[in-house]
Structure formats: C-alpha cells, structure tokens
C-alpha cells in the first residue's frame, strides 16, 4: 500500500564520490535514522496510550 504509493528515489553511485563526501551522507543518513526512530517511539507511544484508552 504505502510502499505502492511512493516513488523509489534514484541509486546513487558511490563510487563517484570522495571519502569526505561518504562521510557526510553517512552522517546525513545517520541522522534520518534517528528522526525516523524518534518518530517510531512517538507513534508507539501514543498507540500503547490509546489502547490502554479503550481497554479499560
């Protein structure tokens, strides 16, 4: 469904770019990782918070 609707963003060759430039989109990517965690965490928060809502 959610997969279906978004576009793949293009590869991108790594080989075209230089040690500095690798380190920065890992640390770029490092980055989105943890704001999509964050995000996780809040959104699993707040689903545990309304199921214990409508359990009880």
């Known amino acids: ?3 279906e609707d978004t576009p ?3 590869k991108l060759d790594l080989e ?3 040690v500095d430039e690798l380190k920065l989109r890992i640390a770029a990517l490092k980055a989105d990782i943890e704001a999509c965690e964050a995000e996780i965490a809040k959104k699993e928060a707040h ?3 309304a199921d214990s809502i ?3």
């Open 1 to 3: 469904m959610f997969e």
């Open 8 to 10: 793949k963003p293009a």
């Open 16 to 18: 075209i770019l230089s």
């Open 47 to 49: 689903k545990s918070a």
């Open 54 to 56: 409508f359990k009880s």
